[in-house]
């Protein structure tokens, strides 16, 4: 009777302790747990749960105490006295910039960093050409060249926000877009390839996602490397929610980043705010706009996930109150031109 008496309290201990264990960050019960949570957006399946090594590495392009603004030309450098519209979306500012409505994929490849700059470096050599110039800056040159922890960082295994706006100004990235886009000298060469759900793309572990070696060369033989490479001025940060909606509205889309928390991969629409205390790593992406939704202020930023994330490829995040950090860790500056 005794050893029967134990059994059952080792029993009941251990399956105590298995109802306390929190579901996986990708299962139904998880989203279901966030909608229970979330007030201003709604969660959904974008990824399977055996993805979820690949999500923390696309989560985890931003390496960690790697801004330091050693070479900025400028914080907040604008008049915090200026007035700015309540809303604001650089797509319907700028409507003949394709680049602006562009979402590229990552690829099962850390380098959201190289991303989140590319894209707004082709956004503002058309807009300050007023919308006459439209090129594509490379995210395989950038992620493969500025290699170095000194440099830019580690390729597919992270890099900075602020160093790929040095390198622009220092030594220059060449034009390129999306795998086999033919948009530049040297196109994305990391396949696209299913993140999230089943599809028609290849499934992402079957695919090998090292960093590119650096070839300082164009894919296409018509152009030369040199001749294709663009150059940017020295670089600014901003700091505050008016610094960033005036740097947007004068010059056009900024990178940021922000710490990810493991339930943002689910977001599928409204204003993100996390549920979640649990850090993933740190994300670079593309802040393009704000505005206010049913009462909740937020920033409109592109992702680099591929247009089947979220919604559409871009999502809302809380604006205001450095949600996440996305308001303390920014770069961009002026292409030359």
Known sequence: MKFLTAFLVVSLAVASQGASIDPHP????????????ATTWVAGKNFEISDWERVKK???????????LENVGSINPHDESE????????????????????IRDQSSCGSCWAFGAVEAMSDRICIHTNQTEQVYISAEDLN???????????????????????????????TGGLYKSNQGCKDYTLEPCEHHTTGSKPQCDSLDYSTPAC?????????????????GQKY???????????????????????????DFPNYKSGVYQKTS???????????IGWGTENDTPYWLIANSWD????????????????????ESETAASLPQL
């Open 26 to 37: 990708l299962s139904l019960e998880f989203i279901d747990q966030i909608n229970e949570k």
């Open 58 to 68: 696309l989560a985890s392009g931003v390496l960690p105490g790697s801004y330091s």
């Open 83 to 102: 007035d700015v519209p309540e809303s604001f979306d650089s797509r319907e500012a700028w409507p003949n910039c394709a680049s602006i409505k562009q």
């Open 144 to 174: 493969s060249c500025c290699y170095g922890i000194f440099a830019c960082g580690l390729g597919c295994n992270g890099g900075s926000v602020d160093g790929p706006w040095e390198y622009w100004n220092t030594d220059g990235i060449v």
């Open 215 to 231: 070839v300082r060369s164009c894919s296409d033989s018509s152009l030369n490397y040199k001749d294709s490479l663009t150059f």
């Open 236 to 262: 600014s940060a901003f700091h505050n929610e008016k610094q960033i909606q005036l740097e947007i509205y004068k010059n056009g889309p900024i990178e940021a980043a922000f710490t990810v928390y493991d």
């Open 277 to 287: 205390n649990k850090a993933v790593g740190g994300h670079a992406i593309k802040i």
């Open 307 to 326: 247009s089947d994330w979220g919604d559409n490829g871009y999502f809302k995040m809380l604006r205001g109150s450095n949600h996440c950090g996305i």
